[in-house]
């Protein structure tokens, strides 16, 4: 009897936060963060103090030592509440963990760790929570699934996920991912976005940060309300897989990653049952190559370090200039290096439509930025000022004329040496052209994070990458296509097009399956190859 009762117990499904518990975790999120900022603001003050009242003669070195201090005390005040208070604090910390180049080093090593692990709910709760939702009233568990690994994949602040057998019954034997949401998560995690929401808003005026982060919050804010209705993820996996498996003129085409496909039938509000895809998240691929004795600086390595970017630009490129729908949550945890070396990208429970206009004025703005003669010309930043402007973006009534092309070279073209107008590319320098921004437009903070996403990837990789220049193809294509009379016509280009495509991709197929010592030597005749080629490419522009 007593273990019936304890069974019983463990199933119980958390009741939703009471008014008393939210209170209680607003003033602990205050109580911690209050003082973070405060102690940067006392830091300014006491150098402005030492330096222009009592005359210390401090050294670079000596000021950027005091700030790496106070960056690692913030850092570990902030990881010590996000792991007491979880919720959407987690996914704050996935953002702040994934930009390094916007945050300070100690912020992101401290918050690295809470990319895709997070305490996982009980087995026998995540259990009950499937038969709640899928199953029917005559079946039982087993009638649905074969086996199920009570041990989750990964856990997040809204889900975990387990890996399960399909029965015969609903296309087994086949593995597949289970994605199931934590019961009553829902209020927990509006209640915390608030919070944020109301920090930044409290600081909004204030000259210190680099972007506009209640803007940004009121997007995720947004977003996340669709983040707890799996019908409309499996809606976007479809819809995102039918956008990268056709071209603009209806060919198919074999897509740059590999999307994970929801099993009809076995979706629910709460439940959402998907293709298994083996492999590791890029927060772990540095660890696992390790592992596996391959030296993250061989040619293999580096090699496929340009595919993953190449692939992320073709994918977020056509998502948001084709259709303008596109995955909305790009970070390390969600894009996976599958075990024959293909990458993956998972979780669409974020995603974002943006306007017909908006994506004609981003495809002008990519085209302009590719077409400019030099980063100096005085027509081309007009033209490219403009088209930021058109965008809805706001500055500062006293920013130089060059700023809104800064701001556009700044996103989208990680391959410019010096911004006009003088501005630093580093987004925490006084003089960036991000410290111009009044406002952003909402439709456009998510494009900015997958942007932002690649242009930190090809930082890491050491690879100088203009999206504007790969992007501006499809934009090209967008913008012919949405002005051509013969829409539906299928031209021998798009054909030979979309067939180059397949070949390119075979071709690394191939070189992924020679043995080790093969394997190496074909990787850096490509690189070799690549190398070439892009220098080509670069002296062109250059000439």
């Known amino acids: 009897m007593q273990k019936e009762e304890s069974e019983e117990f463990e199933i119980e499904f958390p009741p939703p936060l009471s008014k008393v518990d939210r209170l209680k975790r607003a003033a602990k999120f205050w109580s911690s963060a209050l003082p973070i900022v405060g102690a940067y603001y ?76 997070v305490d996982p709910i009980p087995a026998s709760l995540a259990k009950a929570v499937i038969e709640k939702e899928l199953l029917h009233r005559d079946e ?25 057998t399909l029965t015969e019954k609903y296309g087994g034997p086949k593995e597949v991912a289970i994605k199931i949401q934590r019961p009553s998560i829902e209020s927990k995690l509006m209640g915390d976005i608030a919070n944020l929401k109301a920090l930044a808003g409290s600081f909004r005026e204030n ?49 740059p990653l590999i999307l994970p496909r929801p099993v009809p039938g076995l979706v629910s509000k ?20 390790l592992k596996n004795g391959i030296d993250p600086d061989s040619p293999e390595s580096k090699l496929f370090g340009r595919k993953l970017l190449k692939s992320l630009t073709e994918v977020f490129g056509r998502c948001i200039l ?62 490219i000022g403009n088209l930021a402007l058109e965008l809805g973006v706001e500055l500062n009534e006293d920013a130089k004329d060059e700023a809104p092309a800064a701001v556009a070279m700044w996103l989208f073209d990680g391959s410019v040496e010096t911004l006009p107008g003088g501005y630093d590319k580093g ?20 494009v900015g994070r997958s942007s932002i996403l690649i242009k930190g990837l090809s930082n890491r990789l050491g690879i100088p990458w203009s999206l504007a220049k790969e992007w501006s193809t499809t934009a090209r294509h967008c913008l012919e296509y949405k002005d051509s009379n013969d829409k539906g016509v299928i031209r021998f280009r798009d054909v030979l097009k979309v067939t180059k495509s397949w070949g390119k991709r075979r071709a690394t197929g191939v070189v992924s399956k020679l043995p080790p010592s093969l394997r190496s030597k074909a990787a850096s005749l490509i690189l070799v190859m690549k190398e070439r080629k892009e220098r080509k490419r670069s002296s062109r522009n250059k000439t």
């Open 270 to 289: 709460r439940v959402l049952v998907m293709d298994y895809l083996e492999g590791v998240p890029l927060s772990r691929a540095r660890e696992e190559m």
């Open 207 to 255: 000259d210190a940060l680099p972007l506009d982060y209640y803007t940004v919050f009121a997007e995720l804010e947004a977003q996340l309300q669709d983040e707890f209705d799996f019908v409309a993820e499996a809606v976007a996996m479809d819809r995102i897989y039918q956008t990268l498996s056709t071209t603009p003129d209806g060919l198919p085409c074999e897509p």
């Open 140 to 164: 039982k568990f087993e009638d649905v699934f074969v086996d199920f690994d009570e041990t989750p994949l990964g856990a997040a602040s809204i889900a975990q996920v387990h890996k399960a």
């Open 427 to 446: 987004e925490l320098s006084p003089n960036s052209p991000v410290k111009e921004l009044k406002s952003f437009p909402q439709d456009l903070v998510l």
């Open 322 to 383: 084709e259709s303008g729908f596109f995955h909305a949550d790009p970070h390390p945890g969600n894009i996976f290096v599958l075990k024959d070396g293909s990458i993956g990208l998972i979780d669409f429970g974020q995603v974002k439509q943006i306007s017909g206009r908006a994506r004609q004025t981003l495809a002008k703005v990519m085209i302009a930025l590719d077409e400019r003669q030099s980063d100096t010309n005085p027509d081309d930043l007009e033209l």
């Open 42 to 117: 006392s830091l300014s003050t006491e150098i402005y103090i030492r330096e222009n009242v009592l005359g210390e003669n401090l050294s670079t070195d000596d000021i950027e030592m005091l700030w790496s201090l106070q960056h690692q005390k913030g850092a570990e005040k902030l990881a010590d509440t996000i792991t007491s208070l979880k919720g959407f604090y987690v996914k704050t910390a996935q953002i702040i963990a994934s930009r390094r180049d916007l945050f300070p080093m100690q912020y992101t090593e401290a918050l690295s760790n809470f990319t895709d692990n």
